[in-house]
């Protein structure tokens, strides 16, 4: 329970993050991207001060142990591979387009708009079609074995 109530308060927390600094209109993005035009600097601002806070906090965090576990769990790989790269690059290409990134867009939601209901939704059928792709070449290997 207390993992859920955690997981709760650090997502209320981003999302208000994200409402102050105005991560959830998606012109502030398209202006950081727009350096030929009315370039928007707040973007940058923010991920300075995303950088400065992760980077301090995961050096307090790390000189302990995890509060609900009995280790804290780092991915094991470091490999840059072709879904890894692909990925960033539709992320990347998609956050340009559209003005979001996956959690403004959810914190977006509540406005109603169309657009933000339209970006969710291809986020989310992404991602099922994703899983149900790597799940289907996942069998494919394993029959042929």
Known sequence: MREIVAGFAIGLIFGLGLCLSQMTDPAVVQGFLDIAGAWDPTL???MAGGLAVTFLGYRIVFRGNPL????F???ATTELDRPLI???ALFGVGWGLAGY???PAIVSLESGRLPVL????AMLAGI???????GRASSTIHATL
């Open 73 to 75: 769990q780092l991915p």
């Open 68 to 71: 609900w576990a009995s280790r």
């Open 118 to 121: 339209v970006f969710v939704t």
């Open 86 to 88: 692909l990925g960033a």
């Open 44 to 46: 940058a601002f923010v």
């Open 101 to 103: 990134c996956p959690g």
């Open 128 to 134: 099922v079609l994703v899983r149900w792709l790597r």
